[in-house]
Structure formats: C-alpha cells, structure tokens
C-alpha cells in the first residue's frame, strides 16, 4: 500500500500499463517534458522516451485522428486533452471515425485508443477549463464512457481502460487530482471490471447517484444527512456506457427514493437518461420521483460564480428533502 | 534561407528589422518608416505603460486577486507596432494575450482583469473599440476574422477609407485545423485580412520545432499569399510591415502573414512552471534583445528624448499600475444569478424556470438566517 494522490495513481497505472505492453503509448500537448499541466504523466517521457511520450502539435483533431491510424498499426495510445473545453476540435475525430470504424470493419479492426479528460469545475478557472461534456460521449454509440472519482479506481480503471479493445473516453474529476488514498499497486487483478458500479456507501434511504468529482460530494452528503437520522446510498456509478443498471435498481428498489447528482447541466444531461430508466424499471418502488441535481442549463460561469453553479452539500440535501417531501 | 535558391543573391534579409537591439535604425529594401520623435517618443510610453499594467496583474495574480493572468512580457513591440498599425476602422481579433493591442484599441485595462479575475467572460464590447473579445480555444479566432474580412469585402469598404481585419495567433496556433482552413478561406476569397503570428517560441512546454520544420511566415506561400518575418522585439518594424500589410489587405491584395520573431520572456501563465522545460540562458540571450531598451537607446542617443522624459513616463507607469489595482480590488463579484443573463438574446422559458428556482432555493437560505 502506497499514499498517492489521484494524480499519481493514474500516473503508476500509466507507467504500469506502459511495461506490461510496449505498444502502449501516450500522447497529447505538453505531455513530455512538462508532464502534463497537472502533471499527471510526469516522468513518463523521461523513463520510456520520446518515441513513447510524444508531445503532440497543438492540435486536438490531430491527436485523436494519428492515434486512430496508431491503433490501426496496433499500437494502443492513450491520448490527453489537455482540458475539457478543448476536447471538440476532436470531436469530428471521435465521433466520426473513432466510434464507428470497427462496426464498419465488420469487427475486423479493433480500436484501442483511451481520450484521457480533465473534466469538471472547482478550481477557479477561467472558461473552457471547467466543463462536463460526458453527455455528449455517452449519447455516440461505439464508445465506451467512464469517469474516475478516487486514487484507487484512477491506479485499476486506467490500465483497464488501455487494456480494453473498445475506444475509451475516460474522464478525471480535475478538482480531486490532489485527493489522497492508500493504493495498492502490486495486484494486477481481481479488480471489479471497469464496467461496473460499486456502492461506495450503503444506506436504506436514498439513492445518491454519481460519478467523477461529485461522488466526493455525495458522500460528504450522506455523512451530514447521517445526523438527521436519514441514511443515504451512495453508488459510483464509475462507468455511463455502458451503464451498470443492474447495481442501480437494485439499490433503488432498496431504498425506494433516487437523487442523480452531476456537475453538467441538467437539462439533456446523462442524469435523464438514468432517471428515464429508473422509471422504467423501477416504477413500483418508488416513493418519489427520481430527482435530478446538476448545474443550470447555462455556459459554465466565471469562476467567482461557480460556487452557486456547483451542486454542493446543500443542494444534494435540499434535494433529499423533496424526495422525501413526496 | 541558403535551400531556397529562387531567392537569389540580393534577397532581403530574412527578418524584418529597422531598430537594432542595440538601438541602430538600419534600412530594409522593403519596408521603411518615417516616425516624427513625437510618434517615437508616444511608442514608447504605450511599450512602458503596457508592461507596467502587465507586471500588476501578475502582482495581483500572486495576491489572489485574479484566478489566473498570461503576461505579455517580452511581446510589448509585437503588439505595440501592430496595434497602431490599425486605423480606427480596422478590426482586431485576439489571443489571451493580447493586452497592448487592447491597450492601443483604447480598451481599458481594468476591463482585461474581469476574465482572468473570473467576473466575466469578456468585459467589454467589441464593437465599441473593434477588438473583438479573448478568445481561449487555440486557433478559433482565425476563422472568425477571416468571415469577418469577407464581411467588410461585401459591404465595399475598400480603398483608402476602407477597413482591414488583423487577427493575433501565436506559433502552437499554427497547427491548429481552424487556423489552416482560415489561411484557405482568406487565399479563396481574397479576404482583406492580416494575419499576425507572434512565434514567441513556445505553446506551454512546446518549442516550435514540435509545430513546425519550416519557419512559419513560409507556410503562407503554399496557401497563395505572401508571408514576411519581423523582428517582434523592433516596434518600428511591425509598425511598418503591418501598416503596410493592412493597407494592401484594404486595398484588394488580400491576405498576408506576418510572423513576428519574439519570445516568451515569462512564464505561460502565472499556472506554469517553466523551469520545468526550458533554460535560463535562452532567457538571458533574449533580454539583450528587450523591445523596450532598444526605443530608450534610440530616443537616448538621437537626443529626442531626455531624463526628465524617461522619469515623468516612468512616473506615469506607477500612477497607471496603482490604478488599475485599485479598480481590480473594487471589481464586485457578480449576482449569483447573473449565471442566467445574456445565455440567450431573445426570452427563454427554461432560463425563466432555472432562473426562478434559483432565487427561490438561494431565498431558502436567507429566511432560515433571520429565523435564527
Ligand atoms: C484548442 C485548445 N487546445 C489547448 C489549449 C490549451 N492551451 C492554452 S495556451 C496553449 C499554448 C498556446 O501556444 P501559442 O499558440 O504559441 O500561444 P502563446 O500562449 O505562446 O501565446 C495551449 C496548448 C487551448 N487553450 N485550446
Ligand atoms: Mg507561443
């Protein structure tokens, strides 16, 4: 057991994954030298070189395009936008051709690329530094969709996801890259697959769904409602596509009540596809409806607003107060 | 450029320069400049003044007051000789960095700390003094000046009196997607528009070798327009080489690319650690070629300017740096619900919905502090 920080784990799984497999490669702007603006490939181009750690041109349609083309002469790139806000000059590249290519091989071609993503807000940063575009990746069918909230799933999800044939779009709560945890680097299995969710609280009132950085938030939630005698579940969802249905309506069919907390704008955001389904499957069991709670439906503001942007302790309680207002 | 023989013998120097480090004026074939020691004497307050503003925003970055702030240190006679290049006519479209065309643009500069002190997005209105807002996303910029240009193509505004659109970019931008097809939109149609490079030698951690193999102001060639390198650190030479680029662009010639040879003499951003990637002696050769100390030789020995000069702009420096402060620290955070202002122009029901819930939810908090 090592105490690392988010960041770094992802940094040991990286390293890992580059000497288990030497095709695996990462590449991305100021990835190199400077180790990434949060430094989470740090040390990597110095230990396996240039020709593995490629700092790319300042081109983010280029990065994704040439890893495709990579992948297609078997390598396996782990590719890192250096921001959220900057992942859609690459998004023609995604969705277009990274998404589809395989189906369109009839299986024949197999694309093992990982599009890393800083997403989220918190850190007082000015726009296009704090967005939540997972909405979009989730609603492109040929992409797998999973998001980190903790050290120790960062160290295991980065190496499944680099090991996984399918193209994965992998998100980083940014905010929470400093958090720390006791990981445990020597065992290369028995980890829960990287599709599935784990209860990271279990409670029998409340369901808390969330992924990323709001899981953090969640719990922090659930402790504060723990004092008002109400007891909250909360599940990390860890993988939005595809979805681990079955470990959320279990847990809802348990607790009867359903809250989806996420940083991205409610409206057309992944917490309607969750609560759509909910509804579907879980229709008998609920006490209340499956409430939503998110930003508003506006651009990310100023950094000096965030705060009121942000779903905090207080609204995912406020929330817990309406679901059980019902 | 010893492979391109078509240059022959007598081919002008490769950078554009009028005023040596040293503070020489020298000649070039193509490009001259004919300044009163008024105008001289003006160029210089605006470099000194623009770097005074820039060190208090890095003061104030370091004190809290602002998220985050790019400087442009070391740029001041890039974006100096370009900006008064411009007629009041002529549009900008910046960078981040852009901070002395701002100045020139006759943009506050208090108004430039609202994005970085995260109270807006922009901060002011582009209309107002044609420079159009910051942009973030590497390279957008470029298309939006070339529709621009096509713009002001179609509403004739061509000639003498006509107006040009210059837009900044630096050397990282050039590999942008955006910023090629931008070179391609403006070569097809023959926009009015120049094109102005800062090759400060870095993207971040990046040196230009990872952009590009070929000096920059060359790729213009391949897209059909003419492309020229200055000495970004000389203000009489941008000056002349964009004033001469804008009056071919409002002329009908078209598009050019100007490639400004400069440097990044700070960091990034005030987030970066360059330590990190490159070497201080890089930083030492550049400072003998500081935009600032050429001007002060040059006005210096010419006798066109004396100390007392040099002190009262010095002076002047002092009072704008303090000023700016204090309005950065009299700056209001905006109303929490200002989140719901100007997402779109015309009413819309959602924003209502959202805007109303939020005053109802924050409302919540203030009746539960008086009942207590
Ligand atoms: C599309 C996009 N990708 C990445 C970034 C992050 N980023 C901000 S500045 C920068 C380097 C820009 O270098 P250059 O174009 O040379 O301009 P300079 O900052 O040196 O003035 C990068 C990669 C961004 N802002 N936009
Ligand atoms: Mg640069």
């Known amino acids: ?326 | 450029m010893t492979a391109d023989a078509s240059r022959g013998a007598q081919a002008p120097p490769e950078l554009v320069q009028l005023l040596t480090p040293e503070g020489e004026r020298v000649e070039h074939p193509d490009y001259d400049i004919d300044l009163t020691p008024e105008e001289v004497r003006g160029l210089y307050r605006d470099l000194v003044l623009v770097r005074r503003v820039d060190l208090e925003a890095v003061a104030l970055q370091r004190q809290g007051e602002l998220g985050i702030w790019a400087s442009l240190l070391g740029q001041e006679a890039a974006q100096i000789g370009s900006g008064r290049a411009l007629t009041d006519a002529d549009m900008a479209f910046p960078t981040y960095r852009e901070h002395g065309v701002a100045w020139c643009r006759g943009v506050d500069p208090v108004n430039l700390l609202g994005l970085f002190r995260g109270v807006n997005h922009g901060g002011w209105d582009p209309a107002e003094h044609n420079f159009h807002l910051y942009t973030i996303v590497i390279g957008s910029q470029t298309l939006h000046a070339v529709g621009y240009a096509m713009g002001v193509q179609r509403d004739g505004a061509v000639g003498e009196d006509g107006a040009a659109t210059i837009v900044y970019f630096g050397d990282g931008a050039t590999s942008q997607g955006d910023v090629n097809e931008s070179f391609i939109w403006a070569s097809v149609f023959n926009a009015p528009v120049v094109f102005f490079c800062q090759n400060n030698q870095w993207a971040i951690s990046e040196p230009l070798e990872k952009q590009s193999r070929i000096p920059l102001y060359r790729r213009a060639s391949g897209f059909g327009f003419p492309g020229v390198r200055v000495d970004g650190n000389d203000v009489f030479a941008c000056l002349a080489v964009t004033r001469q680029a804008l009056k071919n662009a409002r002329e009908g010639q078209g598009p050019m690319l100007i490639e400004a040879f400069t440097y990044r003499m700070g960091a990034h951003t005030t987030s970066d650690d360059p330590t990190r990637y490159r070497v201080q002696d890089e930083l030492e050769a550049w400072k003998l070629k500081d935009p600032i100390e050429r001007v002060r030789a040059y006005l210096f020995k010419n006798q066109l300017a004396d100390q007392a000069f040099f002190d009262k702009i010095d002076a002047e420096a002092d009072e704008l740096g303090r000023d700016v402060r204090r309005r950065c620290l009299a700056m209001p955070d905006p109303e929490p619900l200002a989140i719901f202002d100007h997402v779109y122009a015309e009413p819309h029901r959602l924003m209502d919905e959202e805007r109303a819930a939020f005053a109802a939810y924050l409302a919540g908090f203030e009746s539960e502090e008086s009942s207590r």
């Open chain 1, 1 to 326: 057991m090592t105490t690392l920080t988010l960041a770094k784990s992802l940094n040991e799984g990286m390293r890992k994954a580059m000497e288990d497999d030497p095709k695996v490669l990462v590449m991305g702007e100021d990835v190199g030298k400077l180790g990434g603006v949060f430094r989470v490939t740090d040390g990597l181009q110095k230990d396996f070189g240039e020709e593995r750690v490629i700092d790319t041109p300042l081109a983010e349609s280029g990065i994704i395009g040439t890893a495709i083309g990579l992948a297609l002469r078997g390598y396996r790139p782990v590719c890192e936008i250096q921001f959220d806000g900057f992942v859609f000059p690459a998004a023609d590249q995604i969705i277009t051709q990274l998404a589809k290519m395989p189906l369109r091989s009839l299986g024949a071609l197999k694309l093992p690329v990982v599009v890393r993503i800083p997403c989220g807000g918190g850190i007082g940063a000015v726009e296009h530094h704090s967005e939540s575009p997972e909405a979009y990746f989730t609603h492109t069918a040929g992409l797998r969709v999973v998001a980190c909230s903790n050290p120790v799933d960062a160290y295991t999800m980065i190496q499944q996801a680099i090991r996984c044939d399918d193209p994965v779009v992998f998100f980083e709560p940014k905010r929470r890259y400093w958090e720390k945890a006791e990981v445990d680097t020597s065992a290369a299995d028995g980890w829960l697959p990287f599709d599935r969710a784990r209860i990271v609280r279990p409670g029998t009132d409340v369901t808390l769904l969330a992924y990323g950085p709001m899981v953090k938030t969640c719990l922090e939630a659930a402790a504060a409602a723990e004092e008002d005698g109400r007891s909250l579940e909360v599940v990390d969802l860890r993988s939005l596509n595809p979805l681990d249905a079955a470990t959320v309506t279990d847990s809802v069919r348990r607790t009867g009540r359903c809250l989806v907390v996420h940083e991205a704008p409610v409206f057309g955001g992944f917490g309607a596809e969750l609560a759509a389904r909910i509804t579907e499957e879980c229709f008998y069991s609920l006490e209340a409806p499956v409430l939503r709670v998110g930003g508003p439906s506006t651009p990310y503001p100023p950094s000096r607003l965030e705060e009121h942007y942000l779903p905090d302790l207080d609204r995912v309680l406020d929330a817990v107060d309406r679901a059980f207002a019902f």
